[in-house]
């Protein structure tokens, strides 16, 4: 089983920043893409950002010019960058990687980020 262990996740102000870390263990082939989803109380769950094997990256008009995600060489780590946060970023952030053959996607259990003013 693939297993996704979150980190980076807390409590900031409102203006400031934080980076979420995932590493990846587990039976991953490929990683062909990995992102971050997001699920605010009430909300559904959206997708935040990804990124593929080429570092071609998309991001959610809400957080775009101020999170980055990026992976390391090996994809077996993803980053998400936050800078700039606001009061509506508060949210469960839920890593995931996309796995060949398929595109069979693995979630992590979910970080919490809070910001406040």
């Known amino acids: 089983q693939v297993h996704l262990t979150e980190s980076g996740g807390g409590l900031v102000q409102a203006g400031g920043a934080l980076t979420l870390s995932c590493v990846g263990s587990g039976t991953l082939y490929s990683s062909a893409a990995m992102g971050w989803d997001r699920q605010a109380p009430g909300a559904e769950r959206e997708l935040v950002a990804t990124i593929n094997l080429n570092d071609r990256t998309t991001y959610d008009e809400s957080v775009k010019g101020r999170f980055t995600i990026s992976r390391n060489s090996a994809r077996d780590t993803v980053y998400l960058q936050m800078n700039d946060l606001k009061t509506e970023d508060t949210a469960v952030y839920f890593c995931?990687?996309?796995?060949?053959?398929?595109?069979?996607?693995?979630w992590g259990q979910g970080t919490q980020v809070t910001v406040h003013s």
């Open positions: 995931v990687f996309y796995d060949l053959p398929g595109w069979k996607p693995y």
